[in-house]
């Protein structure tokens, strides 16, 4: 079972920085693919990055050169680095592995106001 707790959000002025942390329970979650997503009100959610086992990432378009994803395999913890946040960053933030189907956390809200 995969406990996922993420924290970090907030409320932010455009153009503003935040941390998104994640933690994560689970065997061997420090060697897996890690995703980050979010969800606006009345949107779809949304793949926003992934990182590889060998430590690779991969952006979507709209937050490429802004975000950063990273972990720390000593803590089971990633990492989403927002700079330079837009209004249309506002959303609930999740994080799971690549593969995995089951139960999401609970997410983190970031308001970002213009």
């Known amino acids: 079972q995969v406990q996922l707790v993420e924290s970090g959000g907030g409320l932010v002025q455009a153009g503003g920085s935040l941390r998104l942390s994640c933690a994560a329970s689970?065997?061997?979650?420090?060697?897996?693919?890690m995703d980050w997503y979010r969800q606006s009100p009345g949107k779809q959610r949304e793949w926003v990055a992934t990182?590889?086992?060998?430590?690779?990432?991969v952006y979507a378009a709209s937050v490429k050169g802004r975000f950063t994803i990273s972990r720390d395999n000593t803590k089971n913890t990633v990492y989403l680095q927002m700079n330079n946040l837009k209004p249309e960053d506002t959303a609930v933030y999740y994080c799971?592995?690549?593969?995995?189907?089951?139960?999401w956390g609970q997410g983190t809200q970031v308001t970002v106001s213009p």
């Open positions: 990182m590889s086992r060998s430590s690779s990432t």
């Open positions: 799971k592995p690549t593969s995995y189907s089951g139960t």
């Open positions: 689970g065997r061997f979650l420090s060697i897996l693919p």
